[in-house]
């Protein structure tokens, strides 16, 4: 029903920032729950932000607090995942996902989401 398109990855220095795009097509996403998380080689999935519909609400995985910042604008269907102060362990694939509810029971969960995009990569040297 949607398809999601993660684009601004690449290399950058530690330190550095990068900020990820996602843009969403086939429908609006006005009423979706967004999300990004990641996956380093040699690990699962994890979480890393998710911002309800209108904004209202952000929470992000403890290892990226106070560096990422995650917004949306509605009116271009794209979601926004701002990086900063890099660091190598970020490097990883980063996805967008999203879910057309908006119940914050299992928010930070894989399996709460139904679109997932196919994946930027992030890749910081030290």
């Known amino acids: 029903q949607v398809q999601l398109v993660e684009s601004g990855g690449g290399l950058v220095q530690a330190g550095g920032s990068l900020r990820l795009s996602c843009a969403a097509s086939g429908r609006t996403i006005t009423t979706y729950t967004m999300a990004w998380f990641r996956q380093a080689p040699g690990k699962e999935r994890e979480f890393v932000s998710v911002i309800t519909w209108n904004s209202g609400y952000t929470y992000y995985a403890d290892s990226v607090k106070g560096r990422f910042t995650i917004s949306r604008d509605n009116a271009k269907n794209t979601v926004y995942l701002q990086m900063n102060s890099l660091k190598p362990e970020d490097t990883a694939v980063y996805y967008c996902?999203?879910?057309?509810?908006?119940?914050?029971?299992?928010?930070?969960?894989?399996?709460?989401?139904?679109?997932w995009g196919q994946g930027t990569q992030v890749t910081v040297s030290s």
């Open positions: 996902a999203g879910a057309a509810r908006q119940g914050s029971i299992g928010r930070i969960s894989r399996s709460y989401y139904d679109y």
